[in-house]
């Protein structure tokens, strides 16, 4: 981090720490990882003693595979963490301008914590099942959230059948904006319209479930969930469903050795029939949720054939193009309803 950046930090909570005095910044490490945000970990000590931070901020321009917005994310953290059914790291400052920080940033605490894919990449298929009945309350408490008490810049869809007309009609869209021909989106759209799954009550979506996102807790192996920059309301099942294209790419999967289990206590905690939970309907699901983060890919792919963006993480991602074509035809095979003739 740069003198420049460190001074802007320690100014920041310098005017913050309820004059304790001057503030000295320890052991600023930036968190790697992640394709969206400019993620550190940092140690701030004064009169109040030292306390560890967790820093979230926007990348320079063209940088990022995603554009999202920080004070969209800032204002769902702070109703979450008011209401308090989901456990997340606490959200305690916030720079929406930049102007303090040098761009958008929110700071929370910093817990002491392994990444629950961190957890499961040291255990076996059969220690990692003790990691299910949390995982489905973690996943569960986002989707019971009262989604009356979100923000009012969380957009509320007119219905369920609106919202997946909404999501299969962006498959067609993406397809006309992408930089070359693809005629397989709008297969894509057509097989999601035709299939559509049993109807199922909006509710809270995180948008990017999956094990580096779930913190657990050392000593009180509380299980704390973040990055939140996707999250919506929409089709609890998206999460369900990204839950298993992400760890297609990114074993070892935590569910899918205890699959049976996790559903049945997935259902118990949301009251969500097996008739709408099932390994087929979260198949279908494997398929829609990709879009979010596969249209953001296509989007800033066209910028660099464009050559509006050099972004080297941009760039890298592009090999998960070819994966995601694979992901989706074997999904659609799981939900029943791909065969060779689809082909």
Not at 16 to 45: K, L, Q
Not at 107 to 114: A, H, K, R
Not at 194 to 220: I, K
Not at 291 to 299: C, D, P, R, S, T
Request: aromatic share 10%.
């Amino acid at each position: 981090m740069s003198d420049e950046a460190i001074a802007r930090l320690t100014a920041f909570l310098g005017r913050r720490n309820d004059g304790a005095g001057p503030v000295t910044i320890h052991d600023y490490t930036p968190i790697t990882g992640g394709y969206s945000r400019a993620m550190s970990r940092f140690w701030a000590e004064d009169a109040n003693g030292r306390r560890g931070y967790v820093m979230r901020a926007d990348p320079p321009p063209g940088q990022s595979i995603l554009d999202t917005d920080r004070t969209y994310e800032w204002e769902l953290l702070q109703a979450l963490d008011t209401e308090g059914s989901v456990r997340l790291p606490k959200p305690l400052w916030f720079d929406p301008t930049g102007d303090e920080l040098g761009s958008p940033a929110f700071i929370s605490e910093n817990l002491e914590c392994d990444s629950l894919h961190m957890l499961t990449q040291r255990g076996t298929p059969e220690s990692n099942r003790q990691y299910t009945r949390q995982l489905a309350e973690a996943i569960a408490s986002v989707h019971n959230f009262p989604i009356d008490r979100l923000p009012a810049g969380v957009r509320r869809p007119a219905s369920w059948s609106a919202y997946l007309d909404e999501c299969i009609a962006s498959w067609r869209t993406a397809e006309a904006a992408h930089a070359e021909h693809e005629p397989f989106l709008r297969v894509v759209a057509a097989w999601l319209d035709a299939h559509r799954p049993p109807e199922t009550p909006l509710r809270l979506v995180h948008g990017d479930f999956q094990g580096p996102n779930v913190l657990v807790q050392h000593g009180t192996g509380k299980y704390h969930m973040i990055d939140w920059e996707l999250a919506h309301i929409g089709d609890p099942r998206e999460d369900l469903g990204w839950w298993v294209l992400a760890h297609m790419s990114m074993p070892p999967d935590a569910i899918e050795n205890d699959k049976d289990s996790f559903l049945a206590s997935y259902r118990e905690l949301t009251g969500l029939s097996e008739e709408v939970v099932n390994p087929a309907t979260i198949a279908y699901f494997t398929v829609q949720s990709s879009a979010g983060v596969f249209f953001n890919l296509i989007k800033m792919t066209a910028r660099i054939a464009n050559g509006e963006t050099m972004g080297s993480s941009v760039a890298y991602m592009t090999n998960a193009m070819p994966f995601m074509h694979a992901t989706w035809i074997t999904s659609m095979r799981l939900a029943g309803h791909w065969t060779k003739e689809n082909a």
